[in-house]
C-alpha cells in the first residue's frame, strides 16, 4: 500500500461520526421538544428552537424566553469483515450535544431578536484493537460550536419572516489511524482546528388558520476549513520517511445546505401534530482533499503534494411525522418517527461514518413546574439499516481506501431540557 493511499483513507476525518445521529454526517438533535416530536418544527412556532429550524416562526412566539437542552448518545456497532472472521466492536465513548436558545422583543410588537449556541457535529469513536480497517481508522475526536444570532418579523399576523448569521466559532478534529509498514504497524495522527465560517438561516412562517401552519426554512452551506493542522508519525522506518517528508496540512469539508418544508396541524387545544421533509444538498460533497506542507511548503506524498478521497454523496430526503398531547395543563407527552434516506452510495461507505438508511423512533415528556419554568425530556432511537460493501464495489468506484466488509449500528439518544418564559 502507497503512502499517499495510507492517507487517503482518513479523507473523511472532518465527518467524525456525527453520521450516528443523522444521514451523512449531519447531526439533527435541535431541542428535547422536538426530539420528542421526531424531529419536527419547520412548520410550527412552538419554542425557542424554532431559531434553528425554522427562523421565520420566531416571531410568532406569544413570549420571550431561555431554553437549554443536552442529549448523550449512546452507539452500538459492529463490523463484520469480507473475508470472514470475528465480528468487530465499535468502542464509542459517551458525548453530550447541547443547545441553548434565547429570544427577546416586545410582546405586543411584531419583531424578535434571538441568540442561539448548538454543537451540529461532534463525537468521539474508537474501534476495537486490530479491526482488519485499522489502516483506514482507529480513533477519532471532532467537536464544535455554532452561534447564531437570528431576527424574525411579522408582516401580518399571519405570515412571518425571519434570518440568523450561522457562526462556525470553534471546531476541532483529531483523527487517529494505523500505517502498516514492511516489519512492523506505524501509527499516524492528524489534529487541527477549523477557521471561524460563516452562512445564513432563513425563512418564512404562514399560519393561514387556527388549525393549520406551513413554513419552509433554508440553511446555506458552510465550508469547514483547517489550515496548517498538525501531522505526526508514530514509528516511520527511512523509506516511509523519505516519501512523506509534511508535517502540516490544510484541507475542507463542505458542510451542505439544505432546504426543510414543514406542516403544523392543531386539530384542537391539546394535540398538535408535525410533519416535516428536509431536502440535503450532499452532492456537494464530491470528494476531500488534503495539502500537505513542511516548514510552509508544498511537502512530498509519494510522487505529489496532495491527497484526495473520493466521497460522491447523493442528495438526500428526510421524512418526520410527530405529535404533541397535553394530558393536562402542565402536562405534555410526545411521539415521533422519521426515515433517513443516507447520501452514500454503495462502495463508498467509510469507516468514521458506516451510513445507510436509517429508521428513527423517538418519545418525549413535558411538563410545566410554573407558569414560567418547565422541563423536557426526550428519547431517540436509531437503527441503521445493515450496509455491506464488497472489494468488487470498492474496484469498480476506485475506492480501495476504505474497507470491504458489513456494518450494523443502533444508537440510543437520552436528553434532558428546561424552558423559562418571562
Do not use: C
Not at 508514530?234 to 490544510?250: E, I, M, W, Y
Amino acid at each position: 500500500m502507497t503512502v499517499k493511499s495510507l492517507l487517503l483513507a482518513g479523507g473523511a476525518f472532518l465527518v467524525g461520526t456525527s453520521g450516528a445521529l443523522a444521514s451523512g454526517f449531519q447531526v439533527y438533535l435541535p431541542s428535547q421538544q422536538s426530539i420528542g416530536m421526531g424531529g419536527v418544527g419547520v412548520g410550527l412556532s412552538m419554542e425557542q428552537a424554532a431559531q434553528f429550524m425554522n427562523p421565520g416562526a420566531m416571531a410568532m412566539l406569544r413570549q420571550n424566553g431561555v431554553q437549554v437542552g443536552a442529549s448523550a448518545t449512546f452507539a452500538r456497532s459492529a463490523f463484520r469483515s469480507a473475508n470472514g472472521g470475528e465480528q468487530r466492536e465499535l468502542q464509542n465513548t459517551v458525548v453530550t450535544p447541547f443547545n441553548v436558545y434565547a429570544s427577546f422583543g416586545p410582546k405586543e410588537g411584531k419583531w424578535r431578536g434571538g441568540i442561539s449556541v448548538y454543537t451540529p457535529y461532534g463525537s468521539q469513536l474508537k474501534y476495537a484493537d486490530g479491526w482488519e480497517g485499522r489502516f483506514a481508522l482507529t480513533e477519532i475526536t471532532l467537536q464544535s460550536v455554532y452561534v447564531q444570532p437570528t431576527f424574525s418579523y411579522a408582516i401580518t399576523d399571519k405570515l412571518s419572516v425571519g434570518a440568523g448569521l450561522m457562526i462556525l466559532a470553534y471546531g476541532s478534529v483529531n483523527l487517529q489511524r494505523d500505517i502498516a509498514l514492511p516489519s512492523a504497524e506505524g501509527h499516524i495522527t492528524l489534529d487541527g482546528t477549523t477557521k471561524p465560517a460563516f452562512g445564513v438561516n432563513a425563512g418564512i412562517f404562514f399560519k393561514p388558520s387556527d388549525k393549520l401552519s406551513v413554513g419552509v426554512s433554508y440553511r446555506s452551506k458552510i465550508d469547514a476549513k483547517v489550515e496548517g493542522g498538525d501531522v505526526t508519525v508514530v514509528n516511520p522506518t527511512p523509506a516511509l520517511q523519505s516519501r512523506f517528508v509534511g508535517n502540516k496540512f490544510d484541507a475542507t469539508l463542505p458542510l451542505p445546505a439544505s432546504v426543510n418544508f414543514g406542516l403544523g396541524i392543531t386539530p384542537n387545544e391539546k394535540l398538535t401534530i408535525g410533519l416535516d421533509v428536509n431536502w440535503t444538498q450532499w452532492s456537494e460533497y464530491r470528494a476531500l482533499r488534503f495539502d500537505f506542507t513542511k516548514d510552509g511548503a508544498a511537502a512530498q506524498v509519494g510522487n505529489d503534494t496532495f491527497s484526495e478521497s473520493k466521497r460522491s454523496y447523493e442528495d438526500a430526503l428526510t421524512f418526520r411525522l410527530g405529535g404533541q398531547y397535553k394530558v393536562t395543563d402542565k402536562l405534555a407527552l410526545r411521539l415521533g418517527a422519521a426515515y433517513d434516506m443516507t447520501p452514500v452510495k454503495d462502495g463508498y461507505v467509510t469507516p468514521e461514518t458506516p451510513d445507510n438508511d436509517r429508521i428513527i423512533g423517538t418519545a418525549g415528556i413535558g411538563y410545566d413546574i410554573t407558569d414560567k419554568l418547565g422541563v423536557d425530556a426526550s428519547f431517540m432511537f436509531q437503527a441503521i439499516l445493515k450496509r455491506t460493501q464488497t472489494e468488487a464495489q470498492l474496484l469498480d468506484n476506485g475506492t480501495t481506501d476504505r474497507v470491504a466488509g458489513t456494518y450494523r449500528t443502533n444508537i440510543s439518544i437520552p436528553g434532558i431540557g428546561v424552558r423559562y418564559n418571562f
